[in-house]
């Protein structure tokens, strides 16, 4: 059995947590943006890449979508379909990487949302195969909305100062934040 990469580990046992962080309070707004960008047109096919616990999901199932779900983490999915269960939703979540996508213009809409996959790639070269399994996955009509971290942010602030004034007892802490400014990758430690 290989060696788990460090994103697998981080999210192997984050489950039950993951849905109390603040950056994942924003679900509802995420979804109104969502759905005007699909034109509340019910009959499109989303994909959602690494889709967690299944938040948005579940979100736009509730609203009437066709949804998707693929993640890496199986404790992560294995969440995702227990909330999609107890609110009664049939919802597709399969484990796959996202740099090796099974779909084939079959959707007309992929959401990337909060850091789902993309820029937790250690090279570029990693999260460029991401957008081209996702892109690979689109039907010539189809949208991608992701969302990524502000490589500008480093910057301007603090990330020590900002991570502490955010954080709510109970939830993941960042440490030994470093940010190079040749690469614009950002390093912290992660606990939770």
Known sequence: MSKKQWYESLFENYGLKYDKENFTQGTMGECDFIEKELRFDKSLKVLDVGCGTGRHSIELTKRGYSVTGIDLSETQLKRAK?????YNLKID??????????????F???IMLCEGGFPLMETDEMNFEILKSVTKSLNDNGKLIF???NGLFPLYHSVEEFCASVTEGGNATYRSNTFN???FRYHNVTEF
């Not at 796959?96 to 079959?106: G, I, M, P, T």
């Open 93 to 106: 979540f399969q484990q796959q990487d996202a740099r090796n996508l099974s779909f084939n213009n079959e």
């Open 108 to 110: 007309d809409m992929a």
């Open 147 to 149: 969302t990524t971290l």
């Open 82 to 86: 227990e909330k999609a269960e107890n």
């Open 181 to 183: 400014l040749m690469t």
